[in-house]
């Protein structure tokens, strides 16, 4: 089959290619070791320590792992359990780039603060519902400014902190441009605008740096562009905004304005393919897709860059 004819039948908007493919599966059996490699569950997101190894949120075993140079998931942080320390159910991780992680500890409704040996400096937040208290919050980011953005999902808004102080709340439940309903993730671009996932409006929100609604993409559904449960996202360097559109089983990629450059994957096991994808980290022109179902990591690369087809002849433009 020709590329031309596989982009059309498979009605996507472009290609890109698989770079490599880690199943962070590990080799080790029985007990969680916390010296050698451990077989991952359900990996949920992915980050870069300042050092360069990706960690990975594994919410299954309660805790972090930390990808050694043979690809292998070592235990670097956690464990099951409510005191500091310890996880339960942890989702999304950031790093500032300057030694420090953050972990969304999300059953426990608290953000957890780690340095570079995987102790705990700090703590963000308690299970509650006013502000600077969580309800199973799912995404964490950091600005380039360094202030902490937290989705707090189950009480549909995003809390941003300086510190360990909590400076503004954006949106709250409901179906207006400024409100939310399950965001799950969010990033901050160079400019300052505020990017929230939208979950269960299928949408990406983007919000000015004074907290004021520009403009959304993206709509619930399957065609390309719009989103079913859409759990992670990330940007590049170039801006573009790279989206886990978890219940349709694929990564989309879309421009800083909104508009769909790629969609890469569908439902499955082998290379390419996705199952129930979440968590996401774009480096050196790699993305690291948390491949949940599948138990692994996808490295994509941008290299090969994205392909449209034209709509007119289905040709590759």
């Not at 902490?148 to 809390?159: F, M, S, Y």
């Not at 990017?195 to 919000?207: E, N, P, R, T, W």
């Amino acid at each position: 089959m020709k590329r031309r004819t596989f982009i059309k039948s498979a009605s996507v908007v472009g290609i890109i290619s698989l770079f490599d493919l880690i199943s962070l599966r590990g080799v080790a059996r029985g007990a969680l070791s916390k010296t050698g490699p451990a077989k991952l569950k359900s990996p949920f997101d992915v980050t870069f320590d300042q050092e360069g190894h990706l960690l990975v949120t594994d919410p299954s075993n309660y805790r972090i792992a930390r990808v050694n140079s043979s690809n292998e998931p070592v235990f670097w942080f956690g464990g099951p359990g409510s005191g500091q320390g310890k996880l339960n159910y942890p989702k999304g991780i950031a790093s500032d780039g300057k030694g420090l992680v953050y972990v969304v500890d999300s059953n426990n409704c608290r953000v957890q603060v780690i340095d570079h040996q995987a102790k705990v400096v700090s703590v963000l937040g308690a299970v509650g519902s006013i502000g600077g208290t969580f309800a199973t919050p799912q995404g964490v980011c950091i600005a380039p400014d360094g202030r902490v953005l937290v989705a707090d999902t189950r009480n549909h808004r995003i809390q941003i902190f300086k510190g360990s102080e909590l400076i503004a709340v954006l949106g709250d439940l409901g179906d207006d441009e400024n409100q939310f309903r399950l965001p799950t993730a969010c990033q901050v671009t160079q400019d300052g605008d505020i990017m929230v996932l939208d979950s269960k409006h299928g949408a990406v929100k983007i919000f000015d740096k004074e907290l004021k609604f520009k403009k959304s993409f993206g709509s619930v559904g399957s065609v390309p562009g719009a989103f079913n449960a859409p759990q992670g996202m990330a940007l590049d360097q170039q801006g573009h905004v790279w989206v886990a559109d978890t219940k349709n089983h694929r990564i989309q990629q879309f421009d800083r304005d909104g508009s769909l450059i790629s969609v890469i994957g569908g439902p499955g096991s082998t290379p390419g393919q996705f199952d129930n994808p979440t968590g996401l980290a774009c480096k050196d022109d790699k993305i690291y897709v948390a491949d949940s179902g599948n138990g692994r990591i996808q490295v994509l690369s941008k290299n090969a860059g994205s392909q449209k087809p034209n709509p007119e002849t289905g040709k590759d433009s």
